[in-house]
């Protein structure tokens, strides 16, 4: 079930469950008959909105081993700034929750005269100050952090430390949300379902600030070699006890003492041995290119992505759409399709979009693969370089040509052009049910 692809469902979800559980903790609880409890409970049901949401993205974001069980990783980085955003205006909604209430219970109810609230019960209700200075000052922090997300001007490795204080603000959080909670509120289903997230979010807090993201996932590399291309870093990397790799899945790069990076599996050679490719020009891949040396042990996680690229069959015709170091994830597939062609019985189109074809070395061994097809497969597969020095960048008339006939449609490059891809896809008569896209962007 890939839930990933459905960010907005997932966010009614987040919603309609707690809600409900709300509705059922009411059933049997009773609530003082004065404006300050109901309002209390106010605040207990727009809190938990996106109390659930926020604890989705920090337990997840550490990658555990069952994170790829509702999708790919690399679509859920899309739903998780989708959820991020959402957690934020929830958290607004709750903020000015008190103030909501103020202004309209006295309008929807009718209240006794002379009834005062019971005090609190609830043990750590002693520490309510802190809860709600603490929680006050770590919301403006996330706010600021979410907000230098939308910055591209902030460098990967800068954005992803600030990125990691999110753990801060989520543990300060999980204890304003343990502390909040009355006394009534803790024996209801949505009270159990607090306290059991504040417990997970704050293991999973920890091992984010403690860099143990994705741990169980890592394992060993020797380089065996590196190829300095005009646009590209080839990595040619060994591990002795390997996990099960495919090209096109994904694997996160760690130097020592650097952050990890994502880099998509561009061929396995055997068992043990698989190459990547990488853009040069960027940061990390400049401080690779000065760094890496042929018997370098690094540490690679992974391998995540739930890459699927099925060969047309009769009847079916099929689109291949690589941008950029995008392409990598193409590479595999079209170079093995001179050994697979038997296997082709539909229409196969594949298109690189390239900024200087002369120059790129992906291209080139693509475009060598292909003419190794014989005359019959040639046929069947329509093999296009769109090279914007020369031709312009792509454009959305284009794309919705490409797309003419076209039954699904693979895509690989960056969020804008994704975008575009799918509404022309759409407008060419294609379903979104049939578009898989590959997430080039990670903020």
């Not at 949401?53 to 069980?69: C, D, H, M, Q």
């Not at 289903?189 to 607090?194: C, E, H, I, K, N």
């Not at 997970?200 to 065996?224: E, P």
Request: charged share 15%; with cysteine; glycine share 6%.
């Amino acid at each position: 079930m890939r839930l990933y692809d459905h960010p907005y469902k997932l966010l009614t979800a987040f919603i309609v469950v707690p809600t409900i559980l709300f509705g059922l903790g009411l059933l049997f609880t009773d609530i003082d008959p004065v404006p300050k409890a109901y309002i209390k409970e106010f605040e207990f049901l727009t809190g938990t909105w996106c109390w659930a949401v926020g604890s989705f993205l920090v337990v997840t974001a550490i990658r555990p081993r069952f994170v790829e069980k509702w999708g790919a990783l690399d679509s859920y980085y899309h739903c998780h700034k989708v959820l991020g955003i959402a957690c934020t205006i929830l958290v607004f909604v709750h903020f000015f929750s008190k103030d909501i209430g103020v202004a309209l219970l006295p309008q929807l109810f009718t209240f006794p005269e002379g009834v005062k609230m019971a005090a609190n019960s609830w043990p750590l209700a002693r520490f309510t100050p802190f809860a709600k200075t603490s929680s006050n000052i770590v919301s403006v922090l996330a706010l600021i952090f979410v907000l230098l997300s939308f910055v591209p001007q902030v460098r990967y490795r800068s954005w992803l430390k600030l990125h990691r204080l999110l753990a801060v603000v989520a543990i300060v959080i999980s204890l304003h949300v343990l502390i909040l909670l009355r006394a009534n509120q803790v024996v209801t289903p949505l009270g159990w379902l607090t306290i059991a997230l504040a417990v997970v979010t704050l293991y999973a807090s920890v091992i984010s600030l403690l860099g143990k993201s994705g741990q169980s996932k890592r394992f060993a590399v020797t380089l065996l070699q590196l190829q300095v291309g005009a646009k590209y870093l080839k990595l040619t990397l060994h591990a002795e006890q390997c996990p099960s790799l495919r090209a096109g899945n994904f694997v996160f790069l760690r130097l020592p003492g650097s952050n990890a990076h994502p880099y998509t599996v561009q061929s396995v050679v055997d068992a043990t041995t698989f190459t990547l490719l990488i853009k040069r020009g960027g940061y990390f891949a400049t401080l690779l290119e000065q760094q890496l040396h042929e018997g370098m042990a690094l540490q690679c996680e992974g391998p995540y992505g739930l890459f699927t690229l099925p060969l047309p069959q009769t009847g079916q015709h099929a689109l291949w759409l690589g941008q950029g170091v995008g392409m990598s994830a193409l590479y595999d597939a079209v170079q093995q399709l001179p050994q697979h062609a038997a296997a082709l019985t539909g229409r196969l189109t594949i298109v690189l979009l390239t900024r200087n074809a002369a120059q790129d070395e992906v291209v080139s061994e693509l475009s060598a693969a292909y003419q190794r097809l014989e005359g019959a497969h040639q046929a069947q597969v329509q093999f296009i370089v769109h090279d914007s020095a020369t031709s312009g960048r792509i454009t959305p008339q284009r794309l919705t040509e490409l797309c003419s006939g076209v039954d699904s449609l693979y895509f690989c490059g960056d969020s804008k052009l994704k975008a575009t891809a799918l509404q022309s896809f759409e407008q060419a008569g294609g379903s979104a049910d049939h578009f898989h896209g590959e997430y080039a962007q990670w903020r």
